[in-house]
């Protein structure tokens, strides 16, 4: 039996035993996917009890580039995405470099990291809700004992400001899972390397550049790519701390949809939202698996 033969068996053997697993995750998952398509191809409201279906075709999508909700919650979900994977991909380098050094190497250091992340989405969100209130926030009571203001801020009362601090909440929760996960491609430089460029007369700044972002540059696109996704699902925090408010200048399109589905009992649109927001991800999703998937040595992705 040849090497190819042997491989391609153990594939079809292996296949065989998945197989129920994923005949399960197609009927969990592939029939709310088509139901969910077949909702956005129809005008769907739920009146006096009553759920009044019609086929509308792409009259649901086409609405979308009408709607100004919609763009307003798409330039929001824009901004927030790039400004949130930027913000958490920088930190989370820097943050696993320091990890990744002699004196950061104590174990006490690491479970402080990964409290943000272990803590579930509504406590953080009510945790930072508790935080930056306005009356008796945390916030607002340590800057005004230091002086640093007259008088407290209602942190999340203009568009900018609540905005951003959004971003601050979601940032804050999701570096420590990217650290982690940078912390682990940099615990995989092969220190020679890094003898190499000492003896090359490279400084620490040099071989950080040419040794270390080189190596982990597909560890970095993982998280990238990781963390795009999950800034498009966006959604608990919020619906805690501001509703899409102030002037949906929070609305980010998952809250939307949600919003139009559940709030206006309109369906048709809000599944239409949703299929776009699954169609961005499900983009995302297979460059994570090519960035992800075996290549030759020496192959370049």
Do not use: C
């Not at 709607?67 to 958490?88: I, P």
């Not at 002086?147 to 801020?153: C, R, S, T, V």
């Not at 929760?173 to 020679?192: N, T």
């Not at 040419?210 to 970095?220: A, E, G, K, N």
Request: aromatic share 12%.
């Amino acid at each position: 039996m040849t090497a190819a033969t042997f491989e391609q068996r153990r594939r079809r053997v292996g296949l065989l035993f998945v197989l129920p697993a994923l005949l399960v995750l197609a009927a969990v998952l592939g029939y709310p996917i088509v139901d969910s398509i077949m909702l956005a191809l129809q005008r769907v409201t739920l009146t006096g009890g009553a759920i009044q279906q019609s086929w509308v075709g792409f009259d649901n999508f086409q609405r979308l580039f009408a709607d100004a909700t919609f763009q307003r919650a798409a330039l929001n979900t824009a901004y927030f995405s790039a400004m949130e994977v930027v913000l958490v991909v920088l930190i989370s380098l820097g943050v696993a470099v320091l990890l990744n050094h002699p004196m950061g190497r104590f174990g006490v250091f690491r479970i402080l990291l990964i409290v943000p992340w272990a803590i579930a989405p509504v406590a953080n969100a009510v945790l930072w809700k508790w935080i930056l209130h306005a009356n008796y926030g945390v916030l607002n009571g340590i800057l005004k004992g230091l002086g640093l203001i007259d008088h407290y801020h209602v942190w999340l009362g203009t568009p900018v400001s609540a905005l951003n601090f959004l971003l601050l909440v979601d940032v804050w929760k999701s570096v420590p899972f990217v650290a982690l996960l940078i912390l682990a491609g940099l615990q995989r430089v092969p220190s020679i390397l890094y003898r190499a460029a000492y003896m090359d007369g490279a400084g620490p700044v040099q071989s950080f550049l040419h040794v270390t972002l080189p190596t982990i540059r597909s560890v970095i696109a993982i998280a990238v790519v990781l963390q795009t996704i999950w800034s498009l699902r966006v959604f608990d925090i919020v619906f805690v701390l501001t509703r899409g408010g102030p002037a949906d200048a929070t609305a980010l399109l998952n809250f939307l949809a949600y919003r139009v589905t559940f709030n206006f009992l309109d369906l048709g649109y809000g599944s239409a939202i949703a299929n776009v927001i699954f169609a961005i991800t499900m983009l995302l999703a297979i460059l994570y698996v090519w960035l992800l998937w075996p290549r030759p040595a020496g192959a370049k992705r």
